[in-house]
């Protein structure tokens, strides 16, 4: 349930589902998801579930991933990337497949401590990871080409729009109850916001926990 021949077979559902991006479906092929979940779930690793990963959080269905990315990267690769929300470190290694920089922030440390470590083990030399309020953003690190918020929001702080570059483009879940994936593209004379699919995702929060 871990082989090649299962991943193949989840991009072939992915393609069903109407995922057009073959930079991403290649991505999703090359990284073996079943590391990222824990070990008595590994089974269900590409079926189209979320799965849970310790510490409340989840790690989102392949299609999910998969539609967050194909919309960020809209047929382009890009420059630098910020996520918001590790959580096991999935979607940052696929990420990491097309950006040339992933800056990836998780509030959770021991859940980022876990996820750092396998991070490392895949190479993933163009990823840096922070323990911190997501969002806040990384006003260091920025402009981003592309920002991603792997949980849901009300609304999005401006001071983490201002960190999206010209040109840039946020994808993220909004709602409470009822949640959609959003996105804001930022052109030079302000941001133009879409709703999209109806998903359900954990929410994000502010603030940071040590242990």
């Given amino acids: 349930m871990t082989s090649q021949r299962t991943r193949v077979r989840m991009i072939d559902r992915l393609r069903k589902q109407n995922i057009m ?18 070990e008595i779930l590994a089974s269900r690793a590409y079926d ?5 990963i310790n510490f409340g959080q989840t790690i989102s269905s392949p299609f999910i991933v998969a ?3 194909e919309l960020l990267r ?19 290694a696929l ?6 920089e992933v800056y990836s922030m998780e509030r959770i440390g021991p859940l980022l401590a876990r996820t750092r470590t396998r991070l490392r083990e895949l190479r993933l030399n163009n990823v840096r ?6 969002l806040r953003g990384l006003p260091e ?25 010209i040109g840039g483009r ?3 879940p909004k709602g409470s109850q009822e949640q959609n994936l959003c996105v804001i593209e930022r052109n030079s004379d302000g941001y133009v916001e879409a709703t999209l699919d109806e998903v359900k995702f954990v929410p994000i929060l502010s603030g940071t926990i040590k242990d």
Avoid: W
């Fill in 170 to 172: 946020m994808v993220f």
């Fill in 129 to 134: 990871l922070k323990h911190a309020d997501g």
């Fill in 21 to 38: 991006d073959e930079v991403v479906l290649t991505a999703m092929n090359s990284i073996p998801r079943h590391i990222f979940v824990e």
């Fill in 67 to 69: 539609r967050m990315s």
């Fill in 48 to 52: 189209d579930v979320a799965l849970p």
């Fill in 95 to 100: 990420l990491a497949q097309f950006a040339q």
């Fill in 74 to 92: 809209a047929g382009s690769d890009l420059g630098k990337i910020l996520e918001i929300g590790t959580g096991c470190g999935y979607q940052t």
């Fill in 141 to 165: 690190a920025a402009p981003f080409d592309g920002i991603i918020m792997t949980g849901a929001t009300m609304h999005v702080p401006s001071t983490l729009l201002a960190q999206l570059a």
